[in-house]
């Protein structure tokens, strides 16, 4: 699973806004790659796709794209801060609401979401840096390979979640950290948003 940078989503959309008044057309694939330095066209493919998945923009027949003049712009969730998550060496998860946050639908959907503050840096490899926002979806199991918010022991963290024979593997996206291998563990939802804070 590919974490969704939301601040790159938001930043490509404002992109595909600006050049069609400037140019009077649609950007290519090629285009938003060069502009965002992308590694690859699939990259801006999947950003793209995001945005049409979420009504932000539609293309025609010909593969142009269009911004919809009827986005209920309106429309948001609220989300709790629950505290802080380590993305190193599990903290103690503190499950009191710090504050709310309101989303808009358009870009996070319409499901119940918590957002907790990362610290460490276990998790670079998928873009969430210490002090990001992470944005949950609240539930008690997950598919191997999912990043998830686990508990251990009353400790919190961040990881990508497998389960292999009897054991739980939480594995880090950062080569300096090592697996945690555990018998038991509770998954406290499936990380499905992250905004990051540039300092």
């Known amino acids: 699973m590919k ?11 404002d992109y595909i806004k600006d050049y069609q008044v400037k140019e ?16 690859s066209i699939a990259t801006s493919q999947r950003y ?9 923009i539609r293309k025609n027949d010909n593969g142009q794209i269009h911004i919809p003049s009827n986005l209920n712009k309106g429309t948001t969730i609220t989300a709790p801060l629950v505290g ?20 808009p639908t358009a870009i996070f959907g319409s499901k119940q979401l918590y957002g907790l ?21 609240p539930c008690d199991t997950a598919e191997n390979g999912e ?10 963290t961040i990881k990508r979640y497998f389960k292999k024979d009897k054991n739980f593997v939480l594995h880090p996206e950062n080569p300096d950290y090592k697996d945690i291998i ?12 992250v905004i990051h804070s540039f300092r």
Do not use: W
Request: glycine share 10%; with cysteine.
């Open 117 to 137: 503050i990362a610290k460490g840096n276990s998790m670079t490899g998928v873009g969430i840096y210490d002090g990001d926002h992470v944005f949950y979806q």
């Open 48 to 56: 793209v796709g995001i945005l049409q998945s979420r009504g932000l």
């Open 147 to 156: 990043i998830v918010v686990a508990l251990i022991n009353d400790s919190a």
């Open 84 to 103: 802080n998550i380590a993305c190193g060496d599990p903290i103690y998860a503190e499950q009191n609401i710090e504050e709310t946050y309101q989303l």
């Open 182 to 193: 555990a018998k038991e563990l509770k998954i406290q939802g499936v990380v499905k948003h």
């Open 3 to 13: 974490v969704t940078n939301e601040e790159k989503v938001m930043s490509i959309l």
């Open 24 to 39: 009077g057309k649609s950007p290519s694939y090629r285009q938003i790659a060069k502009a965002f330095s992308f590694p």
